[in-house]
């Protein structure tokens, strides 16, 4: 952590939920929100809150939807200095269903929002100068000015001796362009760190066995793979390293959205605070379950003494 902050680039949106379970927003029906959301924004304000130091390269609207995610990160201790505040665009958002089976619709308003206006501005390059690692959410890919940002973020941060993380969560309703799938291989040959759910580990590695899968991205110089199962659980896998598999925590899932993203955040900010596999494995999964608990992706964040007594308590699966 000597090196500078974890720093992400991304989409900062506000979540608005169905309160009720079916399909899709095909006629009215009653909402819950706003809430802060972007998975870029769930995760370094997950890596604030445990006491990283943390910053987010963001554009957000000139209304409330953009000053209720600014004034939670900046709470939180995230370094907001370089989210731009647009005068001409909206922030983004993300209306969300859960049909029965736990799939989600999704209305995104993002690539044409102020999210869409994400570029290299002089706030953004002097945070990328002091930053010590490099998160990327694979959702800010469908967003060109971000890429262009998060691949001069790559290179400058690796220049000097950092790091980079990749959540590969590019979802198909996000993929709008061509330049989308090419930043997301040139992302994954400079990761050291990649965090995948399920069927992301097979999209990356471009195979459908999951041991296959993880040799070869090991193989192809990656260090580290944390494999996301939901209430599975998680498996951490290295080079030459005994493979760790961690049981979920038993809790009551009210909202699993924001899961990964806290999950992701945990096991990086113990992992750069110098914690071993296994520990850090722990506490992501600690992090992962507590946030499911609550109702809105960005609530259920957790301190390093709220995991610790967690994990003291919380019956495993
Ligand atoms: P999302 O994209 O919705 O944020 P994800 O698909 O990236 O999530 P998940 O595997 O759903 O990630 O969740 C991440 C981690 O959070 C899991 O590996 C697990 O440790 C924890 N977790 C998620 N859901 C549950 C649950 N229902 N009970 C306990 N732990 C959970
Ligand atoms: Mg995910």
Redesign the pocket.
Known sequence: EALGPTITVGEILVEIMATTIGAGFLEPQSLTGPYPSG?PA?FIDQVARMGGAAGIIASVGNDDFGRLNVDRLRQDGVDISAIAISADWPTGSAFVRYRPDGARDFVFNIARSAAGQIGLTPAAKDLIGRAGHVHVMGTALSIPGAREVILHAIETVRARGGSVSF?P?LRKELLTDDGALESFNHVLGATDLL????E?LFTAAGLTDEAAAVASLLESGIGEIV????????SFFGLDRPRID?A????A?VD?????????AAYLTCRRKGMAPDAALLH??????R??TWLG?MEGVSTLAELTAFIAQAPR?
């Open positions: 998975a769930i959540d969560n965090l995948p759910s399920d992301e494999l996301k199962r939901g209430e599975q659980g998680a961690c979920a925590f038993a809790v899932e699993p959205t924001g899961a990964g993203d806290c999950f992701g992501a999964n600690a992090a992962g379950a946030n499911v992706p699966r």
